[in-house]
C-alpha cells in the first residue's frame, strides 16, 4: 500500500533574494496572473460581448425553440462576433502598448496607459451621458473634461447599463414579428373553437419558416455589427 503520509508536497517559494530585478519580476507576474483572473469580466463587461449576447438570446427566446441553438453556440457565435468588433481597439493596444513594453521601449506604467486609452474611448463612444452622470453624481465628483480623465470605476458600470439598454431595444424590435405570429395563430385557434390545441405548436414552424425566409441570422448580425 502506498504510504500517503509520507508523500511530500513540494512548496513554491516566492521569495526573491533582494535583488530590484528579480522583485521587480515577482511583482510583474502577480500583475500578470491578476489581469488573467479578471480576463472573463473584462471581456464582458469592457467589450461589445454583452450586446451580442443578450441579442442573440433575445432571438431564441423570440422563436421559442426552447435550447435550439445551444447556449455554447451563441456564446461561441457572440465570442467571435465580440473580437471581430474589437479588433481595431486590440491592435491599437497592441501596437501602441503591448509591442513597445516587450520590446523594453516604455516601462510599465506608460504602457498600462496607452494600453488603457482605446478601451476608455471605445466605451465612452457608446456609453449615454446620463448613465455616465449617474455614477459621477452619486460619488459627487466632477464631471470629466475628456476621456482621459474617465474614473474606470465610473465608466464600466455605465457602459454595462447603457448596452443593457441597447440590447434590450434591439431585442424589443426582434419580438414584435413572432409576436404578431403567435397572436394572429392564437386569435385563429381561438375562433376554430381548438382551445385545447397549445398555440406554440402552430406558432413554431411558422416562426422558424418566416425566420428562415428572410434570412434572419444574417439580419440580426448585420445589426448587430451596423450598431457599433
Known sequence: ????LALSIPGIDLGTSGEPGEVATT???LALLTILSLAPAILILM???TRIVVVLSFVRSALATQQMPPNQVL???ALFLTFFVMSPVFSE???NALQPYLNEEIPQEEAIDLAVLPMKEFMAEHTRQKDLALFYKYANKEKPESVEDISFTALVPAYAISELKTAFQIGFVIFIPFLIIDMVVA???MAMGMMMLPPVMISLPFKILLFVLVDGWYLVVESLLTSF
Open 27 to 29: 511583482l510583474q507576474i
Open 1 to 4: 500500500m502506498i504510504d500517503f
Open 47 to 49: 467589450t461589445c460581448f
Open 93 to 95: 493596444v497592441n501596437e
Open 75 to 77: 456564446i461561441g457565435l
Open 187 to 189: 386569435s385563429t385557434l
